[in-house]
């Protein structure tokens, strides 16, 4: 069993995305550290790209943030393993028990993480090197926004060598195809709720009900909604009609504001959110 499932076997998830490096590296270790503490269940960490093609405004500047500030693939690889327990920075120690402990009081992070990024970065790093890397560190799963669904299979047969799950998404533009694709969905479903690129909205519109009735007569894979959320209230109804919210833009913005400072008003906020998730 995929160990993606986990965050969805204690009822609707909530799914925060980062963008790794910005401002710092350390900062985002502490942010997703805040963000496991108060409640998230899955984490998507995002590797910076130049050409960030299904992003908003937010997390595209994000991304130059990041990559200003000298962010690379195998930095964010180390954050990872530092994050799973398993890296030098941390002064990670081996309790009495066996168990991995730290010196801080923190626990290594247990829930599932995955990578958001576009698929050039995997294929300049090189795919199998890439996802040998993912397996090593405790990386559960990737999305490629920008990798077509017919052409997965360019990445997948590496994907499914590691076990890593290429997780797949849907659109409202998908429409006759949303059956062939939760067929062959892996991990989790991502739902994109409306058009364009990724920003907070004040509303959305979509028909997400019969996309993910869709879904269901399809998979048994649970499928998560994201796009556009930023509200306890949103995620509380996307959570309602999917197994769980995804948000990402309302908390880079925590970041652009606070900066080094963040992490704590990311974890209010995630807080806040999964409380939204859990009324669903």
Same mark, same amino acid.
Request: aromatic fraction near 6%; include cysteine.
């Given at each position: 069993?995929?160990?993606?499932?986990?965050?969805?076997? %204690?009822?609707?998830?909530?799914?925060?995305?980062?963008?790794?490096?910005?401002?710092?590296?350390?900062?985002?270790?502490? =942010?997703?550290?805040?963000?496991?503490? %108060?409640?998230?269940? &899955?984490?998507? $960490?995002?590797?910076?790209?130049?050409?960030?093609?299904?992003? /908003?405004? +937010?997390?595209?500047?994000?991304?130059?943030?990041?990559?200003?500030?000298?962010?690379?693939?195998?930095?964010?690889?180390?954050?990872?393993?530092?994050?799973?327990?398993?890296?030098? =920075?941390?002064?990670?120690?081996?309790?009495?028990?066996?168990?991995? /402990?730290?010196?801080?009081?923190?626990? *290594? +992070?247990?829930?599932?993480?995955?990578?958001?990024?576009?698929? %050039?970065?995997?294929?300049?790093?090189?795919?199998?090197?890439?996802? &040998?890397?993912?397996?090593?560190?405790?990386?559960?799963?990737?999305?490629?926004?920008?990798?077509?669904?017919?052409?997965?299979?360019?990445? &997948? *047969?590496?994907?499914?060598?590691?076990?890593?799950? $290429?997780?797949?998404?849907? @659109?409202?533009?998908?429409?006759?195809?949303?059956?062939?694709? @939760?067929?062959?969905?892996?991990?989790?479903?991502?739902?994109?709720?409306? &058009?364009?690129?990724?920003?907070?909205?004040?509303?959305?519109?979509?028909?997400?009900?019969?996309?993910?009735?869709?879904?269901?007569?399809?998979?048994?894979?649970?499928?998560?909604?994201?796009?556009?959320?930023?509200?306890?209230?949103?995620?509380?109804?996307? @959570?309602?009609?999917?197994?769980?919210?995804? +948000?990402?833009?309302?908390?880079?913005?925590?970041? @652009?504001?606070?900066? !080094?400072?963040?992490?704590?008003?990311?974890?209010?906020?995630? !807080?806040?959110? !999964?409380?939204?998730?859990?009324? =669903?």
């Amino acid at each position: 069993m995929s160990n993606i499932r986990k965050a969805f076997e %204690n009822g609707k998830a909530f799914i925060p995305f980062i963008t790794c490096g910005d401002p710092d590296l350390e900062t985002t270790k502490a =942010a997703v550290r805040e963000m496991v503490k %108060n409640g998230a269940d &899955l984490i998507e $960490l995002g590797i910076p790209f130049s050409d960030p093609t299904a992003e /908003g405004p +937010v997390i595209q500047e994000a991304n130059v943030r990041a990559l200003s500030g000298g962010v690379t693939t195998d930095k964010i690889f180390e954050m990872v393993r530092e994050l799973r327990g398993s890296g030098k =920075a941390d002064g990670g120690v081996v309790t009495g028990d066996g168990e991995i /402990g730290e010196p801080d009081g923190t626990e *290594p +992070v247990t829930v599932p993480m995955v990578f958001m990024t576009y698929a %050039n970065v995997v294929y300049s790093y090189g795919a199998e090197r890439f996802l &040998l890397a993912c397996k090593d560190i405790g990386i559960d799963g990737i999305i490629l926004p920008d990798l077509p669904f017919e052409e997965k299979e360019e990445f &997948l *047969p590496v994907c499914r060598k590691y076990g890593v799950d $290429l997780i797949s998404l849907v @659109a409202p533009t998908s429409e006759d195809r949303i059956a062939m694709i @939760a067929k062959e969905a892996e991990g989790f479903l991502y739902i994109v709720s409306s &058009l364009g690129v990724t920003g907070v909205r004040s509303e959305i519109t979509t028909d997400l009900g019969s996309i993910v009735k869709t879904v269901r007569e399809n998979t048994d894979i649970p499928c998560a909604v994201g796009f556009g959320i930023s509200t306890p209230e949103q995620a509380r109804k996307m @959570a309602a009609v999917s197994d769980g919210a995804i +948000v990402g833009s309302a908390i880079v913005k925590l970041l @652009a504001k606070y900066g !080094k400072d963040a992490p704590a008003e990311i974890g209010r906020y995630v !807080k806040s959110m !999964k409380n939204g998730v859990r009324e =669903a």
